[in-house]
């Protein structure tokens, strides 16, 4: 009688390495961004409106307006540096746009669809890169607010919060400004554009002024926009005051923006390229 050997089991191929690491996605989006902070330290002119403009802001409205507005410069700094700190972020979001304009006027997202990555990659990977810059920028001021007497009485975990905070907002409008982006062709519209939504919603706000000192009609509005109600948490957590209502409220407007305007953004992005 003759035996013949069974045949080899196949065993199943051993997952990409790809698999192995986490979605491309992500781990493309982490390697792009980067890249774009490596840029960013190459070139440190492109920090200065993430930079220069808040110091501005800052000096300009504490000693100009300061003794006016809070009896004195110290005292205008406790309230002022809070809101000038999550203006300066509000503003550089609307940047996010006007470089990914810029991209693609230039034709580099063409080239990196022709490499072997996922495609919405480049995308996370831009906005990645700006969040760091406005990490970057807030650490910044906070560390001129010390210089110029801003005292706060919070701990470690209060100032990491606040930033937490301005980062998550900031993710949210990075995702507004990158629709518009998709949607107008040259990066000076997206500016234009972008200041026309930043300028109501910041100076129409608690940033600079109590929402007190404002007329009924105008505090109904300065009462529900988003920045007001984060300036109003961050000014919680440094120097006081009410934080759980106004982080929700900041937080859930978070989520809304990011639920309409993320996959919209990725769905013109993904047919514009």
């Keep these: 009688m003759t035996f013949t050997a069974p045949a080899p089991t196949a065993r199943p191929a051993p997952a990409p390495e790809a698999?192995?690491?986490?979605?491309?996605?992500?781990?493309?989006?982490?390697?792009?961004?980067?890249?774009g902070v490596i840029k960013t330290i190459s070139s440190p002119e492109a920090l200065l409106d993430?930079?220069?403009?808040?110091?501005?802001?800052?000096?300009l409205?504490?000693?100009?307006?300061?003794?006016?507005?809070?009896?004195?410069?110290?005292?205008y700094l406790q309230f002022a540096l809070p809101g000038v700190l999550v203006q300066t972020i509000v503003f550089a979001s609307a940047g996010t746009g006007v470089g990914l304009a810029d991209d693609l006027s230039t034709g580099i997202f063409d080239r990196f669809r022709s490499l072997p990555i996922s495609r919405s990659a480049p995308l996370v990977g831009a906005i990645g890169a700006d969040l760091v810059r406005y990490v970057t920028s807030g650490v910044i001021m906070l560390i001129l607010g010390a210089a110029l007497g801003f005292r706060s009485g919070a701990g470690?975990?209060?100032?990491l919060a606040s930033?937490?905070?301005?980062?998550?907002?900031?993710?949210?409008?990075?995702?507004?400004?990158?629709?518009?982006?998709?949607v107008v062709k040259q990066p000076r519209s997206v500016q234009g554009l972008g200041a026309l939504i930043m300028l109501p919603l910041s100076f129409a706000s608690n940033v600079f002024v109590p929402a007190s000192t404002m007329p009924g009609w105008l505090r109904a509005f300065v009462d529900v926009?988003?920045?007001?109600?984060?300036?109003?948490?961050?000014?919680?957590?440094?120097?006081?005051?009410?934080?759980?209502?106004?982080?929700?409220?900041?937080?859930?407007?978070?989520?809304?923006?990011?639920?309409v305007f993320a996959p919209l953004a990725v769905t013109l992005y993904r047919r514009r390229t």
Aim: aromatic share 10%; with cysteine; charged share 5%.
């Design 19 to 35: 698999a192995r690491r986490g979605p491309s996605t992500l781990r493309h989006g982490v390697t792009l961004a980067w890249r």
């Design 50 to 59: 993430v930079t220069l403009q808040p110091v501005i802001f800052l000096l």
């Design 61 to 75: 409205f504490v000693y100009v307006f300061g003794g006016a507005i809070g009896g004195s410069t110290q005292n």
């Design 156 to 159: 470690p975990l209060a100032f």
């Design 163 to 182: 930033m937490g905070l301005i980062v998550v907002f900031a993710f949210a409008l990075c995702w507004v400004f990158t629709t518009l982006a998709m």
């Design 225 to 259: 926009n988003p920045v007001s109600q984060t300036v109003s948490a961050v000014r919680g957590l440094l120097t006081g005051g009410p934080v759980a209502a106004p982080a929700r409220f900041a937080l859930v407007s978070a989520a809304v923006i990011i639920a």
